[in-house]
């Protein structure tokens, strides 16, 4: 068993805002580079395919939500995931009820 912080190096918190209702999108140069199979920042880079949340994330890859934010952040500093805009007071009521389904989804999947 590897202790949480032995994978994010210490670390505690994601160099970048990152709220668990956020989504994420890959960019297409995180294909250049060689993920390790056994590596869990292979594990979120292969998740983010769908466009999830940083808390559905944590639950597919089965790691701490502080862990997989740690390593969220690092992706983005590296430029192979962007964050999507999360919800604001303008946001329509369309993207409050995606919102609530992702949530829902999110929960049944654990």
């Known amino acids: 068993m590897v ?3 032995a994978l ?3 670390r505690t918190r994601a160099k970048v ?9 890959l960019d ?9 199979e056994d590596d869990l920042t292979a594990r979120i880079v292969a998740v983010c395919e769908a466009t999830p ?3 559905e994330v944590s639950a597919k890859v089965g ?3 502080g862990v997989v ?7 983005i500093e590296s430029g192979y995931l ?3 805009a999360t919800l604001t007071d303008h946001s329509s009521t369309g993207e409050r009820h995606d919102l609530i389904e992702r949530t829902l989804r999110g929960l049944r999947a654990i």
Do not use: M
Not at 18 to 23: F, G, I, N, R, S
Not at 69 to 75: C, F, K, S, T
């Open 63 to 65: 790691a701490p939500l």
């Open 3 to 5: 202790r949480p912080y």
């Open 8 to 10: 994010t190096s210490g």
């Open 82 to 84: 962007k964050v999507q």
């Open 17 to 25: 805002d990152l709220p668990v209702e956020a989504t994420l999108q």
């Open 69 to 75: 934010r740690v390593l969220i952040g690092d992706l």
């Open 28 to 36: 297409p140069s995180v294909w250049d580079q060689t993920w390790s």
């Open 53 to 55: 949340s940083v808390a």
